[in-house]
């Protein structure tokens, strides 16, 4: 209880998950125990939304409860049950040396874990539950086992070998899962495919958009599942059918994908970043009639995935954006009495605002993973000085802190997407 629901109210406080969890398990052993009273759990429930709608409520705080609370009865109930906070941006967990945790976990067992609970969930809040599940009980074990071990250090050293699958299953889930929660499942796959196609730009878009329509399945599927192995299992498979088609093709793959541990596979496959853009001739558009067609979407994803391996350095959050966009413009236009010349008018205004943010944006990713950190800042304190020579020291310091702000964010494979689709 304690997992799933700091899971769910991630930025609620370490006290209001407590109150929250005291109330359910204390209502669970009350109603689910032999010979209750069968409205036990009718009346207890409804007292529990009560408490939930008071203006003292002790539990975590969401801006849907005035609207939950305007309901009555099951409804409200369900409506509260809804509530979710938004996922969080980056994972903030941070865990302590083995001499700390060994001092919190002797001061005090069951505060230590149900603390670690909290924060460990809240923190890796989209991976699936029975993926924390298993992550945060093995390493309890490891804690009560290692710092009553005669040599603490060799112990820890041992177990975390062993959790070592477990910790990138639950970094990898998050971070898939995120996106899942953020894109939904037809923009995961665009994403997943423009991500392959910035990583081996001379594989054919037929040999990739089988592998992204995988990756958005597994998303689908293991994402809110509660069968206990469904994201270790799919994600084997689905890093095994990646390997099988492109390591042939590239030696970086064929070097993630040498390891026996199909997780650590992955976790190589995900980190690594784009390769150099090709020589390629330049992309041709869809025409206005291909966009209007039945497969009008695969032509657009076509011709977006072109874009992405000629450009390996525009961002995730910008190529989801174009891909959003893109589906926007054919729902707009294509239903009217004369969707060309919708199209060609829309297209006409998309040229003129979106070509100059493209390229600096490609600019910006690409100087930022080339160069050293300080030669970046530098080289961009520079340029938007001369791009803008009246600004003011303050406001100039304002945009490079906005640019830097974004590259840093979201230049990098795995960038948080509800965070950088706000930026972008």
Known sequence: TIIANS????????????HLVREMVSLAETCCADGADPSCYEAGSTALSVKSCSADSPFPAHPGTAECCSHQGLERKLCLAALRHPPQPLPRYIQPSDR??????????REFADRFLYEYSSSYNQAPLPVLLGSTRTFLSMVSTCCISSAPTACFLKEKLERKTLSLLTLTSNQICSRFSAY????VSFSYL???AQKVPTAPFEDLLPLAEDAAELSAQCC???????MQKKLSEHTGKVCTVLSARDGRFADCCTGKNPMENHFCILAMPPAAAPKLPEASEPTNKELCAKDGALHATRFLFELARRQPSLPDAVLTKLYDLSGKLRGECCSTKDPSA???SKRKRMVAELLPFLEKASRLCGQYNELPFLEFKKRL?????QAEPEASPARLEQLLEQRVSFASTCCLPGAPPLLCAAKV
């Open 7 to 18: 899971r769910k109210y991630s930025n609620g406080t370490f006290e209001e998950i407590g």
């Open 184 to 187: 939904g499942k037809d923009e």
């Open 100 to 109: 700390e945790l060994c001092q919190a976990f002797r001061q005090d067992p």
């Open 381 to 385: 304190r520079e340029s938007l000085a």
């Open 342 to 344: 919708c199209l060609d």
């Open 194 to 196: 423009a991500s392959l």
């Open 224 to 230: 809110d599942s509660m069968a206990e192995d469904c």
